[in-house]
């Protein structure tokens, strides 16, 4: 089996002029933690705030775009996919091909870059 | 120069300089503040060595100046920075001439109306950077404080950079959703400056700024049909602008307006950008809308029947193109006049009333409605209805007269 650890905070506490000493002591347990898992670690990366997010929805049929990260509604989050794309509207182009079986909304959020 | 003066000169240039920073640097926060800086040393230079010769040219110099230092002293970006000198130090010395600068502002237009950032965000930043108008301006007109405003644009401008929103004219492929993006966004705007009828309140010179934009706009994208139609429209509706409101500052309504204070030559200038949508493509939903605006404007005075049949005809026309609720509202309005009043308020009650529950134009037309049908209960709670929500003076003043008349009548 593969498992997805979805992790959820405050984001907040890690948002512009939060640098210091906490913020650096988590970044060193990530580390460590990376390192620790070892082979058992398949994939993974920090995500940029909710501030950057773009969603597309799809409501009967027929798909728009929103500035924000997805709404909780009536759906729950049922997979992910990352992609290489050079820029947003070529994220979205692919997020608007990502199948569904009825509505449902993608949330399309920017990893942090390395360092 | 006088500060005024300044400022025009300042504001006109805004769009060519920040859009052209901004596309080569590929950031609109750096590339903002950079012009904003360039504008804080003129002031100081040209009250000394007056003004040079092409004022955009030297701001266009000194903002890209002050860019390049930014970068250099942020000490990041580095690879891209001497890229960037190097292409800048290569141009043959565009300081005299303000014709070297690029003209990026379709650019900018459509980055400030990307689908992905706040719908009113969009309207806030377009009139920021590509109208050139203040922060405090644009609050005013968005009725929120200064501080939020502020706010709004950052967090837009943040949301544009971190999201990696493309710095480039969308592709063929995603062109109708974007170009409709920055029609709504225009219509949007405009809308801030429709809503006062008198053009007196804090977004009077709004209107100069999207008669502009929308002029700019066609002749960046001359081959699309709707936004010459969007052009055309602005400017019916500021050609109608002197007849509608009185000396007392009552809304006057378009079928009662004198067409003889119309401004003939900007429903010319209309009329003129209708025919270049026309022979684009006649079937466009804006296209369409701008036709009624053209009926209303071909009237020359009030003895001349209102062209409400012809009106009617358009919005079922444009109702089969694209479905949308204030257009059904406004069929209703047209519909009353030709088929009768008792039809109309059916065709009002198979609207979505949720849709439109703090929707004042809703609540006025039902009320008149109402009045007209003589059901004289129902039409005094519809005016109250409305006039909790109005926003503006004329209108509120109309509304009053309205509602006092059917409150006369009973009691002659």
């Keep these: 089996m593969q498992y997805a650890l979805l992790i959820y905070e405050d984001e907040s506490a890690f948002g512009p002029g939060k640098a210091g000493p906490k913020l650096q002591q988590v970044v060193g347990r990530h580390v460590e933690f990376t390192r620790d898992l070892g082979a058992k670690r398949v994939g993974g990366a920090g995500l940029k705030a909710t501030s950057s997010a773009t969603t597309v929805r799809t409501t009967k049929g027929k798909q728009s775009i929103h500035d924000g990260p997805f709404a909780e509604s009536k759906e729950q989050l049922g997979g992910f996919y990352v992609i290489e794309a050079p820029d947003l509207d070529a994220a979205i182009a692919i997020a608007r091909k990502v199948p569904l079986l009825e509505d449902g909304a993608i949330e399309v959020r920017p990893l942090l870059g390395p360092g | 120069m006088s500060g005024a003066a300044l400022e025009r000169v300042f504001r ?249 204070l119309w401004q003939r030559s900007l429903i010319d200038d209309g009329n003129g950008y209708l025919r270049r949508a026309l022979a684009i493509d006649p079937h466009s939903p804006r296209v369409i809308q701008a036709q009624i605006h053209a009926a209303w404007c071909a009237r020359t005075d009030l003895q001349e029947p209102p062209p409400w049949p012809a009106v009617l005809a358009f919005y079922d026309l444009l109702l089969s193109r694209r479905d949308d609720p204030v257009v059904r509202l406004n069929r209703v309005v047209a519909a009353a006049e030709v088929r009768g009043v008792e039809s109309a308020l059916c065709d009002l009650q198979e609207l979505d009333q949720a849709l439109f529950r703090d929707f004042a134009p809703y609540h006025a037309v039902r009320a008149e409605l109402l009045r007209r049908a003589g059901r004289r209960e129902a039409a005094l709670q519809a005016y109250d209805e409305a006039l909790a929500i109005i926003g503006s003076p004329a209108e509120r003043h109309w509304l009053m007269r309205q509602k006092e008349s059917l409150l006369m009548n009973d009691h002659p």
């Design chain 2, 12 to 260: 006109s240039a805004s769009a060519r300089i920040v859009g052209a920073l901004a596309a080569r640097l590929r950031d609109l926060a750096t590339a903002e503040d950079a012009f904003s800086e360039a504008c804080a040393r003129a002031l100081e230079d040209w009250s000394v060595g007056g003004v040079p010769g092409d004022p955009a040219a030297w701001l266009y110099q000194v903002a890209m100046r002050v860019a390049l230092d930014g970068l250099r002293r942020r000490k990041t970006h580095a690879r891209f920075e001497s890229q960037l000198s190097a292409q800048f130090d290569a141009q043959p010395a565009p300081a005299e001439d303000s014709t070297a600068i690029p003209d990026e502002r379709l650019r900018l237009i459509f980055i400030c109306c990307h689908p992905a950032v706040r719908v009113d965000a969009r309207a806030a930043l377009t009139l920021r950077l590509v109208c050139g108008l203040s922060t405090l301006e644009i609050a005013r007109a968005f009725l929120v404080s200064e501080t939020t405003m502020a706010q709004r644009l950052t967090r837009a401008k943040s949301k544009i950079a971190e999201a990696g929103v493309p710095f480039e004219v969308p592709t063929a492929q995603f062109w109708p959703e974007r170009l409709d993006s920055v029609l709504v966004t225009i219509e949007i705007a405009y809308a801030k400056a429709h809503e006062d009828a008198a053009g007196s309140g804090p977004h009077a010179h709004f209107a100069a700024e999207m008669l502009e934009l929308t002029q700019t706009l066609v002749h960046l994208l001359p081959t699309e049909a709707e936004p010459a139609a969007l052009a055309a429209m602005v400017r019916f509706a500021e050609g109608r602008r002197p007849a509608r409101v009185d000396h007392t500052g009552l809304m006057i309504p378009l079928s009662e307006q004198d067409p003889q």
